[in-house]
C-alpha cells in the first residue's frame, strides 16, 4: 500500500475531523489565556546520519515546529506575515487557544521566536488573521463563538511585547452573525494603506446576498467605532471571501460563488461606506464545491491590478494562475493558464505572493504529500510564461529530521506535508511559509489509518549553513532599439533556491555601470545611448552573493532609426 495512503481515506478522514470540530465549536466565552510563552520546537537529530539526509537539495531551508507535534493537536491554517523590517509573524490555533508567535531576526533559527496562547476560544472554527502596520505592530481579527446562539467576529490588537504577554493584548467583538457566516479560510480580513482594519463576511439574508464589509478609522478596540456597509452582489451567492488592498487602499474581494460553482470578484474605488460605489462580477473561473474553500487566493500588484491562483473545477488536480490588467469588472479582460503542477487533491489549499518585481510565487502541498514553491521569472502574464519549481520541504526530508517509529502493532509510519500554505515574502523576496503537517501510521493489520502527531511546521529561506551561489545569470530584453530611447533588461538567476541578498552589476558598451544590491532572484537595468552611440551593443551582468558570482550576457543592435524587416530575399531554384 501507498505510505502516502489514497485519496478516499484522506477524504473521509477530512470530514471525520470537520465534523468533530464543529460539535465543539459552541460553548466557552471567548477570553484572555494565561501569559506563557513558549519557543517553537527545533528538529531533534536522534542519529548522526540524519544529519546528512536532512541536507537534501531543500536545505536552503531552515524548517521547524511551532509546537511539539507529539503533544499538539492543531487546525490546519494558519497565518504568516513579514514586517517592514523583515521580522515575522504568525498566528495558528487549535481548539482551546489562538497562538501568536514571532521572530525579529534570524528567524531559520527557532531561539529567536516566542510565541504565546492570547485567547481561550474553545471552537474549531477560528481563523485568525494577521496584519501589521507599519510599525510592526500586530493587528488580528478572527471568529468566534462563545455560546451555541452567538457567533461573533472580533478584533485584537498589541502595541509592545506582544509575544511576551497575553495581557498585552487588547480585544473586542465588532460583529455579531448568524451561524452560516463564519470564514472557511484566513483571508477574510486586512489592514489597508493607512493601516485600518477591514473584513469581510457573507449577507446570507435571502434574496440579498452579497458582502458585508467591516470598517474602523481610529479606536478600534471600541466596538461603537466599526460599521458594516452590506453590498448586495446580484445573482451571485458569495462566500470563503479573500479581502485584499490596492496601494491606494481600494478593496479588492474575491469569494466562492455557492450558487454557480465559481469565482465571483467584487471592488470598490472610492467612498466604499456607499453601497452602490460597489461593483461585482462572476469570474469564467469553475470550481466545484468540494474543496473549493481553500483553493485560491487572491493578490493585488503595485498597479492595483488583481492577480489570482486556484485549482480550477475541470481539472481540479491542477493548479491555475489568471489575471487582469484592466477594468477587471468585465470578464473579458481575465485572462488563465494552467501550470502544468498537479496539487494534492485530498487538501486543495494554496497561497500566493507577489515578489518585489510584482511577479507571481506560489506555495502549495504535492499529491505526493511534498510541499512545492513555484515562482514565475518571466512573462507571468502572458501566454508564454517561464516557471521554477522548487520543494520546501518533503516528506522525505521531515522523516529523516524527525523520525516517529510505529506503534506496537503498526507498520508504514510516515510524515505527510498535507499543505494549508501560509506564504509571505521579504523585501529581498525570501519566502517564510508555515503549513500544516501530520503523521500517520497503518494499524489493524492496515485496516485504519492512526494519526499520532501533528503540528504547524515553519519553513524560511536561507536557513542552510552553506549558501547557495547563483548557477547563472540570464539577461532577456530587446534585440534591436534606436538612440535616445531607453530599454530595460531584466536579470533571471538560477536555481531559485540561490542564496540571497544578491548583488547585480549591469555593463553596457559605451554606458556607466550599475550596481544593485540587496535585491532577490531577479532584477531590471535601464539603459539608453546617446546620439552617435549606434552599433551592436553588449549588456554584461554579474549577480554575486556570499558563495559565488555568475555571469551572463546579450545584445542590442542600435540605430539612429528603427530597422524595419521589409525586404522579400529571392533564391534562386535548385533542382536535384
Same mark, same amino acid.
Given at each position: 500500500?501507498?505510505?502516502?495512503?489514497?485519496?478516499?481515506t484522506?477524504v473521509?478522514?477530512?470530514?471525520?475531523?470537520?465534523?468533530?470540530?464543529?460539535?465543539?465549536?459552541m460553548?466557552l466565552?471567548?477570553?484572555?489565556?494565561?501569559?506563557?510563552?513558549?519557543?517553537?520546537?527545533?528538529?531533534p537529530?536522534?542519529?548522526?546520519?540524519?544529519?546528512?539526509?536532512?541536507?537534501?537539495?531543500?536545505?536552503?531551508? =531552515?524548517?521547524?515546529f511551532?509546537?511539539?507535534?507529539? #503533544?499538539?493537536?492543531?487546525?490546519?491554517?494558519s497565518?504568516?506575515?513579514?514586517?517592514?523590517? &523583515?521580522?515575522?509573524?504568525?498566528?495558528?490555533?487549535d481548539?482551546?487557544y489562538?497562538?501568536?508567535?514571532?521572530?525579529?531576526?534570524?528567524?531559520?533559527d527557532?531561539n529567536?521566536?516566542?510565541?504565546?496562547?492570547?485567547?481561550?476560544?474553545?471552537?474549531?472554527?477560528?481563523?485568525?488573521?494577521? &496584519?501589521?502596520?507599519?510599525?510592526?505592530?500586530?493587528?488580528?481579527?478572527?471568529?468566534?463563538?462563545?455560546?451555541?446562539?452567538e457567533?461573533?467576529?472580533?478584533y485584537?490588537?498589541?502595541?509592545?511585547n506582544c509575544?511576551?504577554?497575553?495581557a498585552?493584548?487588547?480585544?473586542?467583538?465588532?460583529?455579531q452573525?448568524?451561524?452560516?457566516?463564519?470564514?472557511?479560510?484566513?483571508?477574510?480580513?486586512?489592514?489597508?494603506?493607512? %493601516?485600518?482594519?477591514?473584513?469581510v463576511?457573507?449577507? $446570507?439574508?435571502?434574496?440579498?446576498?452579497?458582502?458585508?464589509?467591516l470598517?474602523?478609522?481610529?479606536?478600534?478596540?471600541?466596538?461603537?467605532?466599526?460599521? !458594516?456597509?452590506?453590498?448586495? #452582489?446580484?445573482?451571485?451567492?458569495?462566500?470563503?471571501m479573500?479581502?485584499a488592498? %490596492?496601494?491606494?487602499?481600494?478593496?479588492?474581494?474575491?469569494?466562492?460563488? !455557492?450558487?454557480?460553482d465559481?469565482?465571483?470578484? =467584487?471592488?470598490?474605488?472610492?467612498?466604499?461606506?456607499?453601497?452602490?460605489?460597489?461593483?461585482?462580477?462572476?469570474?469564467?473561473?469553475?470550481?466545484?464545491y468540494?474543496?473549493?474553500? %481553500?483553493?485560491f487566493?487572491?493578490?493585488?500588484?503595485?498597479?492595483?491590478?488583481?492577480?489570482?491562483?486556484?485549482?480550477?473545477?475541470?481539472?481540479?488536480?491542477?493548479?491555475?494562475?489568471?489575471?487582469?490588467n484592466?477594468?477587471?469588472?468585465?470578464?473579458?479582460?481575465?485572462?488563465?493558464?494552467?501550470?502544468?503542477?498537479? &496539487?494534492?487533491?485530498?487538501?486543495?489549499?494554496?497561497?500566493?505572493a507577489?515578489?518585489?518585481?510584482?511577479?507571481?510565487?506560489?506555495?502549495?502541498?504535492?499529491?505526493?504529500?511534498?510541499l512545492?514553491?513555484?515562482?514565475?521569472t518571466?512573462?507571468?502574464?502572458?501566454?508564454?510564461? $517561464?516557471?521554477q519549481q522548487?520543494?520546501?520541504?518533503?516528506?522525505?526530508?521531515?522523516?529523516?529530521?524527525?523520525?516517529?517509529?510505529?506503534?506496537?502493532?503498526?507498520?508504514?509510519?510516515?510524515?505527510?506535508?498535507?499543505?494549508?500554505?501560509?506564504?509571505?515574502?521579504?523585501?529581498?523576496?525570501?519566502?517564510s511559509?508555515?503549513?500544516?503537517?501530520?503523521?500517520?501510521?497503518?494499524?489493524?493489520?492496515?485496516?485504519? /489509518?492512526?494519526?499520532n502527531?501533528?503540528?504547524?511546521?515553519?519553513?524560511?529561506?536561507?536557513?542552510s549553513?552553506l549558501?547557495?551561489?547563483? &548557477?547563472?545569470?540570464?539577461?532577456?530584453?530587446?534585440?534591436?532599439?534606436?538612440?535616445?530611447?531607453?530599454?530595460?533588461?531584466?536579470?533571471?538567476?538560477?536555481?531559485?533556491?540561490?542564496t540571497?541578498?544578491?548583488?547585480?552589476?549591469?555593463?553596457?558598451?559605451?554606458?556607466?555601470?550599475?550596481?544593485?544590491?540587496?535585491?532577490?532572484?531577479?532584477? $531590471?537595468?535601464?539603459?539608453?545611448?546617446?546620439?552617435?552611440?549606434?552599433?551592436?551593443?553588449?549588456?554584461?551582468?554579474?549577480?554575486?552573493?556570499? =558563495?559565488?558570482?555568475?555571469?551572463?550576457?546579450?545584445?542590442?543592435? /542600435?540605430?539612429?532609426?528603427?530597422?524595419?524587416?521589409?525586404?522579400?530575399?529571392?533564391?534562386?531554384?535548385?533542382?536535384?
Amino acid at each position: 500500500m501507498n505510505r502516502k495512503y489514497s485519496l478516499v481515506t484522506f477524504v473521509t478522514m477530512l470530514m471525520l475531523l470537520v465534523a468533530q470540530g464543529a460539535a465543539a465549536q459552541m460553548y466557552l466565552p471567548v477570553q484572555m489565556a494565561s501569559g506563557t510563552v513558549r519557543v517553537p520546537q527545533a528538529d531533534p537529530v536522534p542519529w548522526a546520519e540524519s544529519i546528512e539526509q536532512a541536507n537534501t537539495a531543500n536545505a536552503a531551508y =531552515a524548517r521547524f515546529f511551532f509546537q511539539d507535534p507529539l #503533544t499538539s493537536d492543531p487546525w490546519w491554517q494558519s497565518h504568516t506575515v513579514v514586517d517592514g523590517s &523583515g521580522g515575522i509573524h504568525t498566528t495558528f490555533f487549535d481548539t482551546q487557544y489562538i497562538y501568536y508567535a514571532h521572530c525579529a531576526a534570524n528567524c531559520g533559527d527557532p531561539n529567536n521566536w516566542l510565541e504565546v496562547p492570547l485567547f481561550a476560544v474553545d471552537t474549531s472554527l477560528v481563523m485568525p488573521t494577521l &496584519g501589521v502596520d507599519d510599525s510592526g505592530r500586530p493587528r488580528l481579527m478572527f471568529y468566534a463563538s462563545p455560546t451555541w446562539y452567538e457567533h461573533n467576529y472580533y478584533y485584537a490588537e498589541c502595541n509592545d511585547n506582544c509575544a511576551e504577554n497575553s495581557a498585552n493584548w487588547a480585544s473586542v467583538a465588532v460583529a455579531q452573525v448568524n451561524s452560516y457566516s463564519y470564514p472557511f479560510d484566513v483571508g477574510f480580513a486586512a489592514l489597508d494603506n493607512q %493601516d485600518r482594519p477591514h473584513l469581510v463576511y457573507p449577507q $446570507t439574508e435571502y434574496p440579498n446576498y452579497g458582502i458585508n464589509y467591516l470598517t474602523c478609522d481610529a479606536g478600534c478596540t471600541t466596538a461603537s467605532n466599526w460599521y !458594516t456597509t452590506t453590498v448586495v #452582489t446580484p445573482g451571485l451567492d458569495p462566500d470563503a471571501m479573500q479581502l485584499a488592498f %490596492d496601494p491606494n487602499g481600494r478593496p479588492r474581494v474575491l469569494g466562492y460563488d !455557492t450558487e454557480n460553482d465559481g469565482l465571483m470578484y =467584487a471592488e470598490c474605488n472610492n467612498n466604499c461606506s456607499t453601497a452602490t460605489n460597489w461593483g461585482s462580477v462572476a469570474l469564467p473561473i469553475s470550481i466545484p464545491y468540494l474543496g473549493a474553500y %481553500d483553493g485560491f487566493a487572491l493578490r493585488v500588484n503595485a498597479q492595483g491590478r488583481p492577480r489570482i491562483t486556484y485549482y480550477d473545477g475541470a481539472d481540479s488536480s491542477e493548479l491555475y494562475y489568471a489575471w487582469s490588467n484592466d477594468s477587471p469588472l468585465m470578464t473579458t479582460n481575465w485572462h488563465s493558464y494552467t501550470l502544468n503542477y498537479p &496539487g494534492n487533491s485530498d487538501f486543495w489549499s494554496v497561497d500566493l505572493a507577489l515578489n518585489s518585481q510584482g511577479r507571481p510565487a506560489i506555495a502549495f502541498a504535492t499529491d505526493e504529500l511534498d510541499l512545492s514553491y513555484i515562482t514565475c521569472t518571466a512573462n507571468c502574464e502572458t501566454n508564454s510564461p $517561464t516557471w521554477q519549481q522548487q520543494f520546501i520541504e518533503t516528506d522525505a526530508d521531515l522523516e529523516a529530521a524527525y523520525p516517529i517509529p510505529p506503534s506496537p502493532g503498526c507498520s508504514a509510519p510516515t510524515w505527510m506535508v498535507n499543505g494549508y500554505p501560509s506564504l509571505a515574502l521579504d523585501a529581498a523576496d525570501n519566502p517564510s511559509v508555515s503549513y500544516w503537517v501530520r503523521h500517520g501510521q497503518l494499524c489493524n493489520g492496515g485496516s485504519q /489509518i492512526v494519526f499520532n502527531a501533528s503540528s504547524i511546521r515553519f519553513a524560511r529561506a536561507g536557513g542552510s549553513s552553506l549558501p547557495t551561489a547563483p &548557477g547563472s545569470v540570464i539577461p532577456s530584453g530587446p534585440a534591436l532599439g534606436v538612440i535616445n530611447i531607453s530599454y530595460t533588461f531584466t536579470a533571471t538567476i538560477a536555481p531559485i533556491t540561490a542564496t540571497t541578498p544578491i548583488t547585480y552589476v549591469w555593463q553596457a558598451t559605451g554606458l556607466p555601470a550599475q550596481t544593485h544590491t540587496g535585491r532577490g532572484g531577479s532584477d $531590471t537595468a535601464t539603459f539608453t545611448w546617446p546620439s552617435g552611440a549606434t552599433g551592436l551593443k553588449t549588456i554584461s551582468v554579474s549577480a554575486s552573493n556570499k =558563495a559565488g558570482t555568475a555571469h551572463g550576457s546579450k545584445n542590442i543592435l /542600435i540605430s539612429e532609426t528603427p530597422i524595419i524587416f521589409n525586404h522579400w530575399v529571392y533564391l534562386p531554384a535548385i533542382r536535384r
